[in-house]
């Protein structure tokens, strides 16, 4: 299984950003997808994550109300709308896959991760 991130840049504070992931590789399978982030200095942590179905969604509290995941099955891409950004989002955010149908919020349990693009929120 591959994972391509694409969409990060530089945005001032309040702007927005969509993130892009497209997975390749192993079909017939069920996946939940998921976003991490990991600013310098700091560990990588759950920011959102979507079964297959998309009838299970999580989000991590910093991010509510703020952030929304979707997913296209038909184009195996998953997004990350991040709207009202804060100097605070800034990091480097990644693309996971975890095969199965749930959702968790532990970094360690993905099982397929993507390259990582830079999201930089200026105040």
């Known amino acids: 299984v591959q994972l391509q991130a694409s969409g990060g840049g530089l945005v001032q504070a309040g702007g927005s950003l969509r993130l892009s992931c497209a997975r390749s590789?192993?079909?017939?399978?069920?996946?939940?997808m998921g976003w991490f982030r990991q600013a310098p200095g700091k560990e990588r942590e759950f920011v959102a994550g979507?079964?297959?179905?998309?009838?299970?969604?999580m989000y991590a509290d910093s991010v509510k109300g703020r952030f929304t995941i979707s997913r296209d099955n038909a184009k195996n891409t998953v997004y990350l709308q991040m709207n009202n950004l804060k100097p605070e989002d800034t990091a480097v955010y990644y693309c996971?896959?975890?095969?199965?149908?749930?959702?968790?919020?532990?970094?360690?349990?993905?099982?397929?991760w993507g390259q990582g693009t830079q999201v930089t929120v200026s105040s």
């Open positions: 979507i079964n297959w179905s998309a009838e299970s969604i």
């Open positions: 996971a896959a975890l095969l199965g149908t749930v959702v968790v919020t532990d970094t360690p349990d993905w099982d397929y």
């Open positions: 590789g192993r079909t017939g399978v069920s996946y939940s």
